[in-house]
């Protein structure tokens, strides 16, 4: 059992039309709440009690303003500690509490280390999806006492990939992505940042912008889970605007006005004053103006677009969007890449200077998804080893899980307010655990999927301390903040793809060699429509079945 305290701050509120602020119906067996308020700070009143009583019913108690309220979780997994989802993982029985045994070029420039597990990784893994199983279909809120950003709510879909066929969760899903986009993408073609029962609404941290790209690629993830081309055909013309709108942001060169392949976020100056003009889920951080992490995820977006044209035959369409793609692949290394950093450049703002702190969702992004070179991602993941090797210095300690940046924020206005947040002090240095994830995705398109195994048996040894009971952990403090987030799932996709092997595309699957350690292991996942079982076998992925055949 956990318990923290979450005091309410009056905020101001933008709220969509009243016709879009109730959900018009409910989904069987309550998969879709639609009576949540915010936690975040950003409303004036907080309901109380809408998780223990009725949702179709309106006698939830309302507190006022400025109000502390105290709220207890507890962790009630069913008997034998099975997910409520169909999740079928069935490690090797050669695999014990044992870690990796494979030799691993992961820890090379780091002290050597031998993560150790209290009980069997596949009782840890079992209970790490149990355990965050806990929306019920709440599925972009993280977490029942969240609201729901639409600017993370691509995770969501990436997260279900691990999951065999699940019909009511799947419904779900698809009823939520298609109410926020028919209702929540302004005429411009903005979708809002955040939903909650009053409406749509934006964070008062600045004009957040990853919602625009993550629009697009939910429908792309989702589809690529169940194959559902009407569900694709029908959000068109809604991820059309979207992306129409992402174009527009393309920053333009103002001498010889080319267009540069990357994206410049309007009303965000990117300055060092404190402001309120952050752009990305970094909510505090001061990522503005011709940023890599929007442009990383429009790179994403764009490709998604060309691939989910074709895959609903609109061959036109195809071409248009993959030649935009190539011109932000170009244009992201071109600007943000940095020799002298050996890594990429965080975000420049409107005076030309560069913000750089090692921020690691954007590289390692970058890696994954083949928007760096095979040199560069190598640089990338040694400049990691060297950042992670002083850290770990500073600590004395094992860091388990992947740092939001590596480097300090040396320049107070960097953060909104002026905070001076300390290092690690949550989104400056503190892990969020979605990133984890993407390591493990990049360590093994790198290096090898031993070295994704260690570091995924290294992320379940601090869940084994913690739970992952909190958005962000401080791993020198050894403490956590703010509430339990969902996407922590997120590693267990990276372990799906680098330590598994296993990648999924609209245009069929591919697999690279597992971890030897996996040998015997089984897994079933949903691909297009249909359970796909797979084993390691003398050291390669062997498909059994498709299709429950």
Same mark, same amino acid.
């Given at each position: 059992?956990?318990?923290?305290?979450?005091?309410?701050?009056?905020?101001?509120?933008?709220?969509?039309?009243?016709?879009?602020?109730?959900?018009?119906?409910?989904?069987?067996?309550?998969?879709?709440?639609?009576?949540?308020?915010?936690?975040?700070?950003?409303?004036?009143?907080?309901?109380?009690?809408?998780?223990?009583?009725?949702?179709?019913?309106?006698?939830?108690?309302?507190?006022?303003?400025?109000?502390?309220?105290?709220?207890?979780?507890?962790?009630?997994?069913?008997?034998?500690?099975?997910?409520?989802?169909?999740?079928?993982?069935?490690?090797?029985?050669?695999?014990?509490?044992?870690?990796?045994?494979?030799?691993?070029?992961?820890?090379?420039?780091?002290?050597?280390?031998?993560?150790?597990?209290?009980?069997?990784?596949?009782?840890?893994?079992?209970?790490?999806?149990?355990? &965050? #199983?806990?929306?019920? +279909?709440?599925?972009?809120?993280?977490? %029942?006492? !969240?609201?729901?950003?639409?600017?993370? $709510? /691509?995770?969501?879909?990436?997260?279900?990939?691990?999951?065999?066929?699940?019909?009511?969760?799947?419904?779900?899903?698809?009823?939520?992505?298609?109410?926020?986009?028919?209702?929540?993408?302004?005429?411009?073609?903005?979708?809002?940042?955040?939903?909650?029962?009053?409406?749509? &609404? #934006?964070?008062?941290? +600045?004009?957040?912008?990853?919602?625009? %790209?993550? !629009?697009?690629?939910?429908?792309?993830? $989702? /589809?690529?889970?169940?194959?559902?081309?009407?569900?694709?055909?029908?959000?068109?013309?809604?991820?059309?605007?979207?992306?129409?709108?992402?174009?527009?942001?393309?920053?333009?060169?103002?001498?010889?006005?080319?267009?540069?392949?990357?994206?410049?976020?309007?009303?965000?100056?990117?300055?060092?004053?404190?402001?309120?003009?952050?752009?990305?889920?970094?909510?505090?951080?001061?990522?503005?103006?011709?940023?890599?992490?929007?442009?990383?995820?429009?790179?994403?977006?764009?490709?998604?677009?060309?691939?989910?044209?074709?895959?609903?035959?609109?061959?036109?369409?195809?071409?248009?969007?993959?030649?935009?793609?190539?011109?932000?692949?170009?244009?992201?290394?071109?600007?943000?890449?940095?020799?002298?950093?050996?890594?990429?450049?965080?975000?420049?703002?409107?005076?030309?200077?560069?913000?750089?702190?090692?921020?690691?969702?954007?590289?390692?992004?970058?890696?994954?998804?083949?928007?760096?070179?095979?040199?560069?991602?190598?640089?990338?993941?040694?400049?990691?080893?060297?950042?992670?090797?002083?850290?770990?210095?500073?600590?004395?300690?094992?860091?388990?899980?992947?740092?939001?940046?590596?480097?300090?924020?040396?320049?107070?206005?960097?953060?909104?307010?002026?905070?001076?947040?300390?290092?690690?002090?949550?989104?400056?240095?503190?892990?969020?655990?979605?990133?984890?994830?993407?390591?493990?995705?990049?360590?093994?398109?790198?290096?090898?999927?031993?070295?994704?195994?260690?570091?995924?048996?290294?992320?379940?040894?601090?869940?084994?301390?913690?739970?992952?009971?909190?958005?962000?952990?401080?791993?020198?403090?050894?403490?956590?903040?703010?509430?339990?987030?969902?996407?922590?799932?997120?590693?267990?996709?990276?372990?799906?793809?680098?330590?598994?092997?296993?990648?999924?595309?609209?245009?069929?699957?591919?697999?690279?060699?597992?971890?030897?350690?996996?040998?015997?292991?089984?897994?079933?996942?949903?691909?297009?429509?249909?359970?796909?079982?797979?084993?390691?076998?003398?050291?390669?992925?062997?498909?059994?079945?498709?299709?429950?055949?």
């Amino acid at each position: 059992m956990e318990s923290w305290t979450t005091k309410t701050t009056k905020r101001k509120r933008i709220l969509s039309s009243k016709k879009h602020s109730k959900m018009q119906k409910q989904a069987p067996s309550y998969f879709f709440s639609f009576a949540k308020p915010p936690v975040d700070g950003t409303a004036a009143l907080v309901s109380l009690g809408v998780e223990t009583i009725d949702r179709t019913s309106n006698h939830s108690k309302k507190i006022s303003k400025g109000t502390t309220m105290g709220i207890t979780w507890k962790i009630n997994l069913s008997p034998g500690g099975e997910s409520f989802s169909n999740f079928q993982l069935n490690l090797s029985t050669n695999i014990q509490k044992s870690y990796p045994s494979s030799s691993s070029t992961r820890f090379s420039r780091r002290k050597t280390y031998t993560p150790s597990l209290s009980t069997t990784l596949s009782d840890t893994v079992k209970h790490f999806v149990s355990a &965050y #199983d806990i929306w019920l +279909g709440w599925i972009f809120g993280n977490n %029942p006492a !969240s609201v729901i950003c639409l600017h993370e $709510m /691509a995770w969501f879909p990436m997260i279900q990939s691990i999951y065999a066929t699940s019909p009511a969760t799947t419904s779900a899903l698809e009823k939520e992505i298609i109410f926020l986009l028919e209702n929540g993408v302004m005429e411009n073609g903005l979708p809002w940042q955040r939903w909650y029962s009053d409406g749509f &609404y #934006d964070a008062p941290w +600045g004009p957040l912008h990853d919602q625009v %790209p993550h !629009s697009i690629l939910a429908v792309y993830f $989702m /589809a690529m889970k169940t194959g559902n081309v009407a569900f694709v055909e029908r959000l068109m013309p809604q991820i059309d605007r979207v992306a129409e709108y992402l174009i527009s942001l393309e920053y333009k060169n103002n001498i010889t006005g080319q267009l540069m392949g990357v994206i410049a976020v309007k009303n965000s100056s990117g300055l060092s004053d404190g402001l309120r003009h952050a752009t990305t889920w970094y909510d505090i951080i001061e990522f503005g103006n011709v940023n890599s992490y929007i442009s990383i995820y429009a790179t994403l977006a764009f490709d998604a677009m060309a691939k989910m044209k074709a895959f609903i035959g609109d061959p036109v369409g195809a071409a248009t969007w993959k030649n935009v793609y190539k011109r932000f692949v170009k244009g992201f290394n071109e600007v943000f890449w940095s020799d002298d950093l050996k890594f990429y450049i965080d975000w420049i703002d409107i005076q030309g200077k560069q913000h750089n702190y090692l921020y690691t969702d954007q590289a390692l992004l970058a890696i994954v998804f083949g928007i760096a070179n095979e040199t560069q991602s190598k640089i990338i993941l040694e400049t990691l080893d060297d950042a992670y090797a002083d850290l770990e210095k500073l600590c004395s300690c094992r860091i388990g899980v992947t740092p939001a940046n590596m480097w300090n924020i040396s320049v107070l206005g960097d953060v909104v307010g002026n905070s001076t947040l300390g290092f690690p002090g949550y989104e400056n240095g503190c892990s969020f655990f979605h990133t984890t994830g993407l390591e493990i995705a990049a360590r093994a398109k790198v290096s090898s999927a031993e070295d994704a195994f260690v570091l995924f048996v290294s992320s379940m040894e601090v869940y084994q301390e913690n739970s992952f009971w909190g958005a962000s952990y401080d791993w020198k403090a050894k403490t956590l903040s703010s509430e339990p987030l969902s996407d922590s799932l997120l590693v267990m996709w990276g372990f799906m793809r680098g330590v598994l092997g296993i990648n999924m595309d609209l245009d069929g699957l591919s697999f690279s060699r597992p971890a030897q350690d996996l040998e015997g292991t089984t897994f079933s996942f949903e691909h297009l429509g249909e359970d796909i079982t797979v084993a390691v076998k003398n050291g390669t992925i062997v498909v059994l079945n498709t299709g429950g055949t």
